[in-house]
């Protein structure tokens, strides 16, 4: 918690995720893998310019036509494969209605989207923390980059090894999940780079 409160003091709330519906935060945390957060808003205008941001319709669309549409987010291709994979499911599982959806335990939808095709721990976990709302701890490389150079972990850590150390300290509360995944980002972007830039991080004193 003395990162957290630290980090959010400095930075402050972060609005996290961007997205006018909770479809549109599972599509955006899909494309959003291997490219930057600008790419994933040129695919997801596109979608949406052509009324096609919906379960339903990119369900019976042909998956060249999908990828066309995706193209900005880089690696379009595979990324077709990997949202009709999910949209399958989702529209399979639950009718295409994040509500539905909604309703499940958070570990059997856990397990029920780590079993798509294409959908890693990552996305998963960002999937039900900022789509379905659900306490799930989003762990990505700023985190385990902090988390590592602040002796919290070793580098080499797993996925889950990462996931259990909040699990174990802080209350499974969805805003605060919410915002302290989105205050590793910030912090990681501003100051724990690769090379990092320690003059002026609010975690120096930490």
């Known amino acids: 918690m003395a990162l957290y409160e630290t980090l959010y003091s400095f930075y402050g709330p972060q609005h996290w995720w961007p997205g006018d519906t909770p ?3 599972a599509v955006g945390a899909i494309l959003t893998q291997n490219t930057n957060w600008g790419n994933v808003e040129k695919a997801i205008g596109n979608l949406k310019k052509h009324k096609m941001l919906n379960a339903k319709v990119i369900h019976q669309m042909p998956i060249d036509q999908l990828a066309s549409l995706i193209r900005p987010s880089g690696y379009y291709n595979i990324k077709a494969k990997r949202l009709r ?3 399958d499911y989702f529209v399979g599982s639950y009718g295409g209605s994040m509500a539905r959806m909604k ?3 958070t570990e059997k939808l856990r397990q029920e989207l780590l079993a798509v095709n294409g959908i890693g721990q990552e996305t998963a976990d960002s999937i039900l923390l900022y789509s379905l709302g ?11 980059r902090v988390l590592s150079r602040h002796g919290f972990i ?17 209350d499974e509360e969805v805003l605060l999940f919410n915002e302290y ?3 590793f980002v910030m912090v990681g972007k501003e100051h724990c780079k ?3 830039r320690c003059a002026g991080c609010p975690l120096s004193v930490v």
């Open 23 to 25: 479809f549109e935060i």
């Open 194 to 196: 690769p090379i990092k």
């Open 134 to 144: 659900k306490p799930a701890f989003v762990i990505d490389a700023y985190t385990k």
């Open 181 to 183: 995944h989105a205050l």
């Open 154 to 170: 070793e580098m080499n850590a797993t996925y889950e090894e990462c996931r259990q150390l909040f699990y174990g300290e802080l």
């Open 85 to 87: 994979a999910f949209i």
């Open 103 to 105: 309703k499940g335990r």
